[in-house]
């Protein structure tokens, strides 16, 4: 797992999540921002793109913002998870992330390089 996240927010356009993967050399941004809820408040929700999302986005020609884009159905793991649970995850839903959380907060993520990694008996 890489502790710590890079964010955007939902109104940010996909050259500026591409830049911020570019810059940083990571696969995955977590979208970050404020959502109504029904009874007139707003609570904070958390979304996640990847860069097969943003490939995929592009191919297709999108002009989506990173909210249009993020998927908001994210599959967690805690950061005592072992990493063969992680592969478990990534294996049963077709995700090559997932998004480390401690309580209610993304603290980082696990990818399919870590556990190839971890494969490989190297840290990354």
Known sequence: MHRGILS?????????????????????VVVSGLEPTAIG??????????ALDLA??????????AGELASTEIVTVEPSER?????????????THLMVVEGARPVGIVSTLDVAASIAGSEL
């Open 8 to 28: 955007c927010g939902p109104e940010d356009d996909l050259a500026t999540i591409a830049r911020t993967m570019a810059d940083n050399h990571v696969h995955a």
């Open 41 to 50: 408040g707003e609570r904070l929700t958390w979304g996640m793109i990847t």
């Open 56 to 65: 995929t986005a592009t191919l297709a020609g999108a002009d989506s913002d």
């Open 83 to 95: 990493l063969e649970r992680a592969a478990q995850l990534m294996s049963e839903h077709q995700l």
